[in-house]
C-alpha cells in the first residue's frame, strides 16, 4: 500500500485542524464565553486561543485536555470522535448572566423569584 505524498497529508491535517478550532469557537460561544475569558481559564493569551480557533496552531494533547476542561465536553467532543451533546439547549449569554446574579441572592428572594418564574412557566403551558 502506498502512503500519501507529504503534501497531502500536509492539507489534510491542516484541514483537521481548522474543524477543531471552529469546533472550538463553537462550543465557546455556545457557552457564552469570549475568546479573552476562555485563555484566561486556561491561563494562555487570547491570541494563542484565535490561532486554536483560527487553525493555524497545532492542538497538543495537555492543551485539548485543558480546552475540553475548560468547554466542560470531553476531548473525544473537542475533537469531533464523538458526536457533542450541542444541539441539546445551552443557555443563552443573556440567561448565563442573570443566573449568576440569581446565586448572590439572599435564598430568600431566590425562592420568591423560583415561584415567579415556575408560576409564569405554568401559566404558559395553558
Given at each position: 500500500?502506498?502512503s500519501?505524498?507529504?503534501?497531502?497529508?500536509?492539507?489534510?491535517?491542516?484541514?483537521?485542524?481548522?474543524?477543531?478550532?471552529?469546533?472550538?469557537?463553537?462550543?465557546?460561544?455556545?457557552?457564552?464565553?469570549?475568546?479573552?475569558?476562555?485563555?484566561?481559564?486556561?491561563?494562555?493569551?487570547?491570541?494563542?486561543?484565535?490561532?486554536?480557533?483560527?487553525?493555524?496552531?497545532?492542538?497538543?494533547?495537555?492543551?485539548?485536555?485543558?480546552?475540553?476542561?475548560?468547554?466542560?465536553?470531553?476531548?473525544?467532543?473537542?475533537?469531533?470522535?464523538?458526536?457533542?451533546?450541542?444541539?441539546?439547549?445551552?443557555?443563552s449569554?443573556?440567561?448565563?448572566?442573570?443566573?449568576?446574579?440569581?446565586?448572590?441572592?439572599?435564598?430568600?428572594?431566590?425562592?420568591?423569584?423560583?415561584?415567579?418564574?415556575?408560576?409564569?412557566?405554568?401559566?404558559?403551558?395553558?
Open positions: 500500500m502506498r500519501m505524498p507529504i503534501k497531502m497529508k500536509r492539507r489534510k491535517i491542516d484541514a483537521v485542524m481548522e474543524e477543531i478550532g471552529e469546533r472550538i469557537a463553537r462550543l465557546r460561544k455556545a457557552r457564552g464565553m469570549t475568546q479573552a475569558e476562555l485563555a484566561q481559564q486556561i491561563e494562555v493569551s487570547q491570541n494563542v486561543i484565535s490561532n486554536y480557533e483560527a487553525g493555524t496552531v497545532r492542538l497538543s494533547a495537555d492543551m485539548a485536555i485543558k480546552l475540553a476542561k475548560a468547554l466542560k465536553v470531553s476531548t473525544d467532543e473537542l475533537l469531533g470522535v464523538k458526536n457533542s451533546s450541542e444541539n441539546e439547549a445551552l443557555p449569554r443573556r440567561i448565563l448572566r442573570r443566573l449568576a446574579r440569581f446565586d448572590t441572592l439572599p435564598k430568600r428572594k431566590q425562592d420568591a423569584l423560583l415561584q415567579t418564574i415556575d408560576a409564569v412557566l405554568k401559566s404558559a403551558e395553558t
